[in-house]
């Protein structure tokens, strides 16, 4: 497999914006809330049932976002480390030509 490095890059810069779009939208989320209170006291059951639903959808959001954004890292790591392997094995081969002649 022939890796890209602007290709891989660019992957990761695609998925960076959804990672940080969706950090946002669950810190909104987290901030407006939701309390059984809120359903009424004759729905509090159902309220209890919705508060938890919505606290499980932020931290759902969350690991999302904490998992795009690991992504990414990784994305810019394989990076760095295959275009710093690629100037090493070049200086190589061009010093081992250079001390064949």
Same mark, same amino acid.
Do not use: C
């Given at each position: 497999?022939?890796?890209?490095?602007?290709?891989?890059?660019?992957?990761?810069?695609?998925?960076?914006?959804?990672?940080?779009?969706?950090?946002?939208?669950?810190?909104?989320?987290?901030?407006?809330?939701?309390?059984?209170?809120?359903?009424?006291?004759?729905? %509090?059951?159902?309220?209890?049932?919705? +508060? @938890?639903?919505?606290? &499980?959808? $932020?931290?759902?959001?969350?690991?999302?976002?904490?998992?795009?954004?690991?992504?990414?890292?990784?994305?810019?790591?394989?990076?760095?480390?295959?275009?710093?392997?690629? %100037?090493?094995?070049?200086?190589?081969? +061009? @010093?081992?030509?250079? &001390?064949? $002649?």
């Amino acid at each position: 497999m022939f890796f890209v490095p602007e290709s891989v890059l660019a992957m990761a810069q695609t998925i960076e914006p959804a990672a940080d779009a969706t950090r946002g939208h669950a810190t909104r989320i987290a901030g407006v809330g939701f309390e059984a209170g809120h359903a009424g006291q004759d729905y %509090r059951e159902q309220g209890q049932k919705l +508060a @938890a639903g919505v606290d &499980g959808i $932020v931290s759902m959001l969350h690991s999302w976002s904490e998992a795009s954004s690991a992504t990414v890292r990784a994305l810019r790591q394989a990076v760095t480390a295959s275009v710093s392997t690629e %100037r090493d094995n070049r200086a190589r081969i +061009a @010093a081992a030509g250079e &001390g064949s $002649v």
